[in-house]
């Protein structure tokens, strides 16, 4: 019994904490994208470094192989002279100084090796980082879609159809304001005899009860032609 209860603890502990990090999923990735941008910007660093070592070294090389060159010479003069120990001590120099010549090499086809191998897996990284990007702005959007989903049944979609219904009575409110406006108006129109006469003028019935701009030009077209 006791291993049961164990094991129903341990089980829980596990759920519980799953459940955390299924509610969390968006931050943990955020902060585990966050994590390989730095790695990756570490790793850039560290193949800066190594091509500046590898220049260092190219630079070391090209002394090694002139100082060899310029002992070579020397040695050839020394035997040509009949100086032998001389041209021997120079010999074990030049053996030496081509000991690391050869290492320095080495050296270059290491860290040529190694910028090579290091600049695939960058560039490997950040085209999967980048993939990381795009899916996580997906992600974003996907769960705030299911978010409004989930809420929808209850206080979103509530709020929607209260708001719509809002709108609706706002509207109706404003026709029926406008109606009786338009009513009221005719209303005092038609109880208006001055208002029915300037209606009946309007439409040609009578005399016009306005003087009319064209009236107006025509009388003082008269008046300055009487004058003339």
């Not at 270059?108 to 560039?123: G, M, S």
């Not at 038609?190 to 009388?219: Q, W």
Request: hydrophobic residues 40%; charged residues 30%; glycine residues 6%.
């Amino acid at each position: 019994m006791w291993k049961q209860l164990v094991a129903l603890a341990r089980g829980h502990t596990h759920e519980a904490g799953q459940g955390i990090v299924d509610r969390n999923a968006l931050v943990i990735l955020r902060q585990q994208i966050r994590d390989c941008a730095e790695a990756i910007a570490t790793a850039r660093k560290a193949i800066a470094n190594a091509v500046a070592q590898n220049s260092q070294e190219a630079q070391q090389y090209e002394r090694l192989a002139a100082r060899i060159d310029d002992l070579e010479t020397r040695t050839i003069a020394a035997l040509e002279q009949g100086r032998n120990e001389l041209a021997r001590e120079a010999a074990e120099t030049i053996g030496l100084l081509e000991a690391e010549k050869g290492a320095s090499e080495q050296a270059q086809k290491n860290f040529e090796v190694e910028i090579a191998r290091l600049k695939r897996t960058v560039t490997a990284s950040e085209k999967r980082l980048r993939d990381l990007q795009r899916g996580q702005r997906i992600a974003s959007a996907t769960d705030t879609t299911q978010r409004l989903r989930e809420t929808g049944a209850g206080t979103t979609l509530s709020t929607l159809r209260d708001a719509e219904k809002t709108l609706s009575r706002l509207r109706a409110r404003q026709t029926r304001i406008e109606a009786a406006a338009s009513a009221l108006e005719e209303m005092e129109q038609s109880g208006d005899p001055g208002a029915l006469s300037e209606k009946l003028a309007a439409a040609g019935c009578g005399a016009p009860l306005k003087t009319s701009a064209d009236a107006v030009l025509e009388r003082l077209s008269k008046r300055m032609n009487g004058a003339q």
